[in-house]
């Protein structure tokens, strides 16, 4: 599949390890915040969300902290997978304002 | 259930040319987004559309139009292609304004 994203910093993890992808957002309004996976040649999945009114929100295997006062978002894979190699971008929305997407980090799992 | 469908998945078109890429949203949604995704970057906003009528419009020259049909799939055209237009253009259905899910994209490659 065609890469969606050869530029983008790189986060290089052992398998079974944890990873912490960051995201530094832009508008001290925004008051949703999502996380996305975008393998080659698909759209971006849902993975989790978060409302500004949370500091931290846990799925399985994955957890979402928000700190809104420095304006920082970062995703935390618990044992990860070769499966979990893909782009990640967080995204924004503030009110009924659409969906602000970030720059992406892509991550890459070590069998 | 389906999800959302794009067609056609790819294509490859001239400058000077012009393109209609269709949207088909999940079933019960009726709000569509269109991005556009560079190589290397995050998705960028170009339209919203929510019960046929646009709802936001993104930082896109007015080559770019785009409508909703009473079954709330919808259109996005381009002019006047220019090389800069190849991108993945990703549609988003959503029953308001939050909640989106995105579909596989079309690849458009313009030569």
Not at chain 2, 65 to 92: H, I, K, M, T, W
Request: contains cysteine; glycine residues 10%; aromatic residues 10%.
């Amino acid at each position: 599949g065609e890469s969606v994203g050869l530029h983008l910093p790189t986060l290089s993890v052992q398998e079974g390890d944890n990873s912490i992808i960051n995201c530094a957002y832009s508008n001290s309004a925004s008051d949703y915040f999502i996380w996305y996976k975008q393998e080659s040649g698909k759209g971006p999945q849902f993975i989790i969300d978060i409302r500004s009114n949370m500091d931290k929100r846990q799925g399985q295997r994955v957890t979402v902290l928000l700190n809104k006062t420095v304006k920082h978002l970062s995703l935390q894979i618990a044992a990860t997978q070769p499966g979990d190699s893909a782009v990640y971008f967080c995204a924004e929305q503030s009110g009924n304002t659409p969906l602000v997407f970030g720059k992406g980090t892509r991550l890459s799992v070590i069998a | 259930d389906a999800g959302v469908t794009q067609s056609p998945t790819h294509l490859i078109k001239t400058r000077g040319q012009h393109v209609t890429l269709r949207c088909s949203p999940i079933s019960g949604h009726k709000s569509v987004s269109w991005y556009q995704q560079v190589l290397g970057q995050g998705p960028q906003f170009i339209f919203q559309y929510y019960e046929k009528e646009e709802r936001g419009r993104g930082n896109f020259p007015d080559r770019f139009s785009a409508r909703q049909f009473p079954n709330y799939s919808s259109e996005l055209n381009v002019n006047a292609l220019l090389l800069g237009d190849s991108a993945l253009y990703l549609c988003a259905s959503s029953l308001d304004y939050y909640g989106y899910t995105f579909g596989s994209g079309t690849r458009l490659t313009v030569v």
